[in-house]
């Protein structure tokens, strides 16, 4: 469904870009996207680029794990708005002329400024990945899982290279502090980025990922409506701007999944999310559909709102300061 928003709260929103005050230590991300249908992938990398350039985090690289030649150049669209042409993409191969409807990943790789034109130009995201682990200090990096799980399983059974000695599953429990998954519905249910694609990869990367794993929900991204004010008062030249009109029309909201996982990486908890869940771990089965189990119990969480009235609401309005603030 999208929801109209009210020009009082578009002006709220605009008054307060503002970035929020966070303590820690920056977080070094990867995402990895399947940019391609949901214009929540780019309204994901538009925050990521913002805090990148907060100096919030740092953005070492994106991946794009759907096969469409559109995706890597939509990314260094996006990217290039925020002025950040040096952060790498990578792209699974082979790369294939596959679009989506709406289409507007090709809309950003062919009507924006960009640094990757063609997804074939793009190195492979595997070797990609083991380039930018090797390079990091050990437990430095999370990694962000916004759609299908292919490259995150071919890096785990990938071998020793260049980059490093280390065969993938070692490199990962080496680099990684923790994985961050938009995926699955908790406690339990189904969800279209571990069924769509191919659900024996989910549980393979799942069930093997040797680090923590923080898991956002259909049920979180399904209660925040955003968007409505990127469409009315970011400039023409905002590629997610271009996303947003071409997937929902302008001044309407929509369903926002991944910011979530980038929210989480970047600030943890914060006052957005708690844990839904003490202990136990995530199983998926071979249709993609998953429940939380109390046994085994690993370093897995799931995220939930607080039980405070609006906590949705804040939420969203969070992502629409982000979404219109400057780059």
């Given amino acids: 469904m999208l929801i109209k928003y009210t020009q009082v709260a578009a002006l709220a929103l605009l008054a307060s870009t503002a970035p929020f005050a966070y303590g820690h230590s920056v977080p070094k991300l990867i995402i990895d996207t399947d940019i391609f249908i949901g214009c929540d992938d780019a309204a994901a990398?538009?925050?990521?680029?913002?805090?990148?350039a907060r100096g919030q985090i740092e953005l070492l690289g994106v991946m794009v794990n759907t096969p469409s030649r559109f995706g890597a150049p939509a990314v260094s669209a996006i990217n290039t708005y925020y002025n950040h042409t040096r952060i790498p993409v990578g792209a699974l191969k082979p790369v294939d002329n596959s679009t989506a409807a709406p289409d507007y990943a090709r809309l950003l790789a062919t009507a924006f400024p960009g640094y990757v034109k063609d997804g074939a130009d793009a190195p492979d995201a595997v070797p990609l990945y083991r380039q930018l682990l090797a390079g990091q200090e050990d437990g430095a990096v999370t990694v962000v899982s916004i759609g299908y799980l292919e490259n995150l399983s071919g890096l785990l059974r990938s071998t020793g290279d260049?980059?490093?000695?280390?065969?993938?599953?070692?490199?990962v429990e080496r680099k990684v502090k923790e994985m961050v998954v938009m995926g699955g519905q908790y406690p339990s249910g189904r969800e279209y980025n571990f069924y769509n694609d191919n659900p024996s990869l989910t549980d393979f990367?799942?069930?093997q990922w040797p680090t923590p794993m923080v898991f956002t929900g259909n049920e979180i991204g399904s209660n925040i409506l955003a968007g409505a004010v990127l469409t009315d008062h970011a400039p023409a030249?905002?590629?997610?701007?271009?996303?947003?009109?071409?997937?929902?029309?302008?001044?309407l909201n929509n369903y926002?999944?991944?910011?979530t996982a980038v929210m989480y990486a970047a600030f943890g908890l914060d006052d957005f999310f708690v844990y839904g869940n003490d202990v136990g771990s995530i199983s998926v089965s071979s249709n993609g559909s998953d429940v939380w189990e109390k046994h085994p119990t690993k370093d897995q969480h799931y995220l939930a709102f607080p039980k405070k009235k609006d906590?949705?609401?804040?939420?969203?309005n969070a992502i629409d300061r982000w979404l219109v603030a400057k780059p």
């Fill in 311 to 316: 906590a949705n609401v804040t939420v969203a």
């Fill in 45 to 52: 990398l538009a925050l990521a680029n913002l805090f990148h």
């Fill in 162 to 171: 260049v980059f490093s000695h280390m065969g993938g599953f070692e490199l």
């Fill in 205 to 207: 990367v799942i069930d």
């Fill in 256 to 259: 926002t999944w991944d910011p």
């Fill in 237 to 251: 030249t905002d590629p997610v701007r271009a996303a947003y009109i071409a997937t929902t029309g302008a001044g």
